[in-house]
């Protein structure tokens, strides 16, 4: 199975709240601790086999599985337990939440995530409406990591080139600063552009772990073996 670490997933809107903590992340100072800037922190630890996830944040989200996504314990990245994904249906939704809604504001988000087979794998994703043109996903491309931001077109789709090997983990950060969007990888920056266009209130879910354009079916699942 495809594995995602023990701090695989952690959103920072710092135009929503005071960053307390801080620790260097991909480049750019997040937050380390639960604060009000921490908006999602899913730590996947816990019982081997548990289908339980729980938010860490300040103000914690409901977490659902689908397919048989669960907790494992035979590797992790901190902690001793990963999220374990196996590439045929298997994913974590998050419902809508004005915390997501980053507009022009600074934000953060980054995981660990140690893949077992590479292709097109839909990461993080959150849809809007029922064209399957709106949408904001990150993902994996064979040339190496891309971010979409759509409405109705796209609006911006940065690819960071990158080579990749199957079982190392990678430490990976979509950041905004001003007007300037970044990826990281293992904190050394790999793509940047600049664009002062506002990141779109999407209404549908945070879905993590596969590619999610409603209405159509949802792909791209982290892959298995």
Do not use: C
């Amino acid at each position: 199975t495809g594995q995602v670490s023990s701090l695989p997933l952690q959103l920072v809107n710092r135009s929503a709240g005071t960053i307390t903590g801080t620790a260097e992340v991909s480049g750019e100072s997040v937050a380390s601790l639960p604060d009000d800037a921490t908006k999602l922190l899913l730590q996947m630890d816990g019982p081997n086999g548990s289908t339980k996830f729980s938010d860490s944040a300040a103000a914690a989200k409901s977490i659902s599985t689908f397919g048989d996504v669960h907790i494992g314990t035979t590797e992790s990245k901190f902690g001793s337990a990963a999220a374990s994904f196996d590439g045929n249906g298997d994913y974590l939704t998050v419902p809508d939440s004005p915390d997501f809604d980053f507009g022009s504001g600074d934000f953060t988000v980054d995981f660990w995530v140690k893949f077992n087979s590479l292709g097109t794998v839909g990461l993080w994703s959150q849809p809007s409406g029922s064209a399957g043109t709106s949408f904001a996903a990150f993902y994996l491309v064979p040339t190496g990591w891309q971010f979409a931001l759509a409405n109705g077109s796209y609006l911006i789709d940065p690819v960071a080139l990158d080579s990749l090997t199957i079982g190392n983990w990678y430490h990976v950060a979509l950041v905004r600063h001003g007007n300037e969007w970044m990826i990281y990888r293992d904190g050394v920056l790999k793509r940047s552009i600049t664009s002062a266009t506002s990141y779109v209130d999407y209404s549908g879910p945070f879905t993590i772990g596969a590619l999610n354009r409603l209405p159509f079916a949802i792909e791209a699942f982290v892959n298995g073996s």
